[in-house]
């Protein structure tokens, strides 16, 4: 069993930063892409930016140029810098793998931006 530990979030105003961390733990099969997804009140959950195993990232038009993925693989760890936050951005915010989610998702970290 892998456990997919997010954390990070908080409450920012519009314009402000917030970094998030997402840590593996257990059996993990391969250090492959990785993605952070998000879900928003009374929305389905969403795919915000991804990282492949060589660190390349992507990301979702709505986050582009504000949000930069990285990842250690050494800690098993994967990370969401977040800039120039919009309160559009509000949402549960969650990593797994990506493109398909292999593993049991965590309880994600709560990201609240105030207009």
């Known amino acids: 069993q892998v456990q997919l530990v997010e954390s990070g979030g908080g409450l920012v105003q519009a314009g402000g930063s917030l970094r998030l961390s997402c840590t593996a733990s257990g059996r993990i099969v391969s250090n492959g892409p990785m993605g952070w997804f998000r879900q928003a009140p009374g929305k389905q959950r969403e795919w915000v930016a991804r990282i492949g195993s060589g660190g390349n990232p992507n990301y979702a038009d709505s986050v582009k140029g504000r949000f930069t993925i990285s990842r250690d693989n050494g800690k098993n760890t994967v990370y969401l810098q977040m800039n120039s936050l919009k309160p559009e951005d509000t949402a549960v915010y969650y990593c797994?793998?990506?493109?398909?989610?292999?593993?049991?998702w965590g309880q994600g970290t709560q990201v609240t931006v105030s207009s």
């Open positions: 797994n793998t990506f493109p398909l989610a292999f593993y049991s």
